[in-house]
């Protein structure tokens, strides 16, 4: 009998260790480039699929429509296991972005010139 509990999914080592804290930008930033290196995948598996004919198995019109879905799990799969290596780089570029960027502080609110305090005498 199977065991209906969900298995936790394992961390890559792939994975940079400060982007393994949840909710910080680290992760936010390793899931970005995740995604990024997973469309590329995506894509240049399209590329590999086009010059099939219209003959099975992997070719025609029923697997067709099915295509698409094939190559983002595929796409999917292989990135989930470390992918090619585009993924960390493209991390390594965001945070090096997120640190390089001019922090933006909340504006300094202006206060008015000295004369317009002094009282005018009548």
Do not use: C, H
């Not at 680290?26 to 240049?44: D, R």
């Not at 399209?46 to 698409?68: D, H, I, V």
């Not at 470390?82 to 960390?88: F, Q, T, Y």
């Not at 493209?90 to 972005?97: K, N, Q, V």
């Amino acid at each position: 009998m199977r065991s209906l509990t969900p298995v936790p999914t394992a961390v890559s080592p792939a994975t940079p260790a400060a982007a393994r804290i949840p909710g910080s930008r680290e992760a936010k930033a390793w899931s970005n480039a995740q995604n990024f290196e997973q469309v590329f995948l995506n894509t240049m598996l399209g590329q590999m699929f086009n010059g099939l004919g219209k003959e099975a198995p992997m070719g025609g019109q029923q697997t067709e429509a099915w295509r698409g879905m094939l190559l983002d799990e595929y796409a999917k799969s292989i990135t989930t296991q470390g992918g090619i290596g585009l993924a960390s780089n493209i991390y390594r570029e965001l945070i090096g972005a997120q640190e390089a960027a001019p922090r933006r502080l909340p504006p300094v609110p202006r206060t008015a010139p000295a004369q317009a305090y002094q009282q005018s005498p009548n």
